[in-house]
Antibody, heavy 114, light 108 residues
Framework: VQLVESGGGLVQPGKSLKLSCSASGFTFSSYGMHWIRQAPGKGLDWVAYISSSSGTVYADAVKGRFTISRDNAKNTLYLQLNSLKSEDTAIYYC?????????WGQGASVTVSS | DIQMTQSPASLSASLGETVTIECRASEDIYSNLAWYQQKPGNSPQLLIYDANSLADGVPSRFSGSGSGTQYSLKINSLQSEDVASYFC??????????FGAGTKLELK
């Protein structure tokens, strides 16, 4: 199992960014997937979930600003981050497994700063 | 929302010592509790699930216990490679995970 995030970077407050997570080594279309984030020096915060049938659930802190999606043909998970705030600065991990996350990516760093 | 309170926030122990980390849930989570280890610069790795089941490849010096709202992670005979941060996670409210704030384990 391998998960590889990409798309992170430095972005100004109020702008947008799209993260990708490329999956391999398992039947991606059969599994729900999560995004988890970790602010610098802090703990882990669950961000969003998408089921195998593309049902979605979001943390209150990102609801209405972030969108999780998936392309099963490309074995890729996405997170669209809009209206970014400084408090969204974090490493964003994609992960899968049920009901616990036994597969994690290496993380994509997102820094929101002017 | 289920809150997870983890203690201590940091811990210093000697090689060969036994250490225990505690996690308390704000309501009964019916053993839907996992522990993760995160070494500096790396992503978290699953250690224990269902409160007391060892994940594949995890050394037997790690063990988990607890029920209801109180859970603990014990590391017997501490090794240098165990220096890391440890996080508890509830999944009783799946898919909405909640994590504890973490415990940073260092060598004395």
């Amino acid at each position: 199992v391998q998960l590889v995030e990409s798309g992170g970077g430095l972005v100004q407050p109020g702008k947008s960014l799209k993260l990708s997570c490329s999956a391999s080594g398992f039947t991606f279309s059969s599994y729900g997937m999560h995004w988890i984030r970790q602010a610098p020096g802090k703990g882990l915060d669950w961000v969003a979930y998408i089921s195998s049938s593309s049902g979605t659930v979001y943390a209150d802190a990102v609801k209405g600003r972030f969108t999780i999606s998936r392309d099963n043909a490309k074995n890729t998970l996405y997170l669209q981050l809009n209206s970014l705030k400084s408090e969204d600065t974090a490493i964003y991990y994609c992960g899968g497994g049920y009901p616990v996350m036994d597969a994690w990516g290496q993380g994509a760093s997102v820094t929101v700063s002017s | 929302d289920i809150q997870m309170t983890q203690s201590p926030a940091s811990l210093s122990a000697s090689l060969g010592e036994t250490v225990t980390i505690e996690c308390r849930a704000s309501e009964d989570i019916y053993s839907n509790l996992a522990w993760y280890q995160q070494k500096p610069g790396n992503s978290p790795q699953l250690l224990i699930y269902d409160a007391n089941s060892l994940a594949d490849g995890v050394p037997s010096r790690f063990s988990g216990s607890g029920s209801g709202t109180q859970y603990s992670l014990k590391i017997n005979s501490l090794q240098s490679e165990d220096v890391a941060s440890y996080f508890c996670q509830q999944y009783n409210n799946y898919p909405m995970y909640t994590f504890g704030a973490g415990t940073k384990l260092e060598l004395k």
